[in-house]
């Protein structure tokens, strides 16, 4: 098994790094070639990520604060009084402010793998909202894991915001949202910030900034590769390509080898073609119905939406 060979030579530190390791691995000898996009969030890149969202030509963050912001009033009349809020993925913590300044809610769980983020996060929560009970969970949230016992009686509150749904394919965004309402219980209550489809030259500029940032973004995956796991990538040899797959309603990010070229990782070759592609992320846009087929057809059902103006991005309730 080359592998499993490769994997004991590299001698390595954790099992967290010999998860990215084997998963590096396969899905680089995979055609076409691939990296998960998770693999995007090592300091670096949660760094490249937050500067992404403050991008003139990134509108997804800025306009789902703004609905978040703007209907405020009418999200915290549909929040019961002393729920439980349970957030898949901890980002920064700007969103779940405008949910705890504006709703009644009685406990904050916040769940993430990575722990030492939970930790920032919930430290910098606390502070800030003295009275909140703030229970952090370290879990990978698309798959089953169990709530804290002290929200045991409280009515939960499920929040998703970020379009981070849109990283799934199809199928995973429903087993996720069925996994969610598993979680959650019946007669829980989703927060969920989903991406519209739009004007393609929108979308193209969106992720094909002119600064470059997404473009060191998705080039730091193989940056995290050189360093944790030895590998030897020229970066100037890689170009980012982002482009919008109509059919599937997806922008989809590439790093295009510029020339044929052998990379080594953990005792591992691997090949490239000139102008061949790994695919490091999907990001899925939807349609108002599109999303609310979805939801119903794992479970949920949409009782509100919200949109900006110019409809670029929603906010949905859905009840279970
Ligand atoms: C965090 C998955 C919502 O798809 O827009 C931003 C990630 N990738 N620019 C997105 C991302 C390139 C982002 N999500």
Redesign the pocket.
Known sequence: NVHATALAEAHLPDEQTSVFARDAIDDLSQRPKRLS?KYFYDATGSEL?EA?TRLPE?Y?TRTELSILRDRSSEIAAIIPKGAALVEFGAGATTKVRLLLENCAIGAYVPVDISGDFLKVQADALRKDFPELAVYPVAADFTAPFALPAAIAGMPKVGFFP???L??FEPHEACAFLRSAREILGAGAQMIIGV?LEKDERVLYEA?NDAAGV?AR?NLNVLVRINRELGGNFDLSAFSHRAIYNRERHRIE?HLISKKPQTVRMLGTSIAFRAGESIHT?N?YKYSLERFSALARGSGWTAVKSWTDKAGMFSVHALVA
């Open positions: 996009p990520f992404i990134y997804p970020g379009s981070t849109g990283n991406d992720y997404t973004f990010m992320e990001s």
